[in-house]
């Protein structure tokens, strides 16, 4: 159950409001103030509003929320600490938990004309000194993931480029991405999206988090194409991308 109370963040396009429980961010212009039950599956399955899924190492969701596409994702660990707590982080402060600090590096990012999904809301759900948390974006129209393209068909040595100057705009914008991937790399209209921003940040401009970024996603390539090798991607396709990326300033 909501209280009501609201408090004011520096990021202006995010209301935040305290739950018994914790507590739930969301964009201002939302035509609702969302409930702890948006948060789980089964809400949206009794509205019939789920309309499909993502499997990875754990389930992401798809729904339908009046005419828009929304998807749902519960924070896990990673690592060896997964073993211990498959969920649970410890909670130093509201504004250094993941779904938060994920909100709002997707709101800045998506208010600047980044091709990023736009953030919808986030929850935080407190357990002692501990807190779990989960966090609602919009979905990304008639979008594949990098990986499911490469599987079915090879990009041409100009998606290559424009996916090269695409991952150089957001560096040299100094966003750092995390998990930088295949799967993490969506195209939509010849558009190429980053997704899934947990632990990404804004850094101070410097040639090494950028190189150890593109190793990151070159070692990602490779490591497909080794467990598939039909997978549509050579040499030539990094030459491109990195074409691609060169030929913005940093």
């Not at 991607?233 to 990326?245: H, I």
Request: aromatic share 14%; hydrophobic share 40%; net charge positive.
């Amino acid at each position: 159950m909501l209280s009501g109370t609201t408090l004011s963040l520096i990021i202006i396009h995010m209301q935040l409001i305290k739950t018994d429980i914790g507590y739930i961010a969301f964009h201002n212009d939302l035509l609702e103030t969302p409930s702890q039950a948006w948060f789980n599956v089964e809400f949206w399955r009794k509205k019939q509003a789920i309309t499909g899924s993502s499997q990875g190492r754990y389930t992401t969701w798809f729904m339908k929320y009046i005419d828009k596409e929304w998807v749902l994702r519960h924070y896990y660990r990673g690592g060896l600490i997964e073993k211990i707590s498959h969920d649970k982080y410890l909670f130093c402060g509201l504004n250094k938990t993941r779904p938060i600090t994920e909100f709002q590096l997707l709101d800045t990012l998506y208010n600047e004309g980044f091709a990023v999904p736009k953030p919808i809301a986030a929850n935080i759900t407190k357990h002692g000194p501990f807190y779990r948390g989960d966090l609602i974006i919009e979905r990304i129209k008639e979008a594949q993931d990098l990986l499911a393209r490469l599987e079915s068909s090879p990009m041409t040595d100009q998606e290559w480029y424009t996916l090269g100057s695409c991952i150089a705009l957001f560096h040299k914008r100094g966003v750092f991405h995390a998990d930088l991937n295949a799967k993490n790399i969506l195209l939509a209209k010849s558009q190429f999206y980053l997704i899934d921003f947990d632990r990404g940040a804004i850094k101070k401009a410097n040639t090494s988090w950028k190189q150890a970024n593109l190793k990151r996603l070159l070692r990602s390539f490779n490591k497909e194409k080794g467990k598939s090798p039909t997978l549509a991607f050579t040499f030539d396709n990094w030459q491109q991308l990195l074409k691609g990326y060169q030929s913005v300033k940093q």
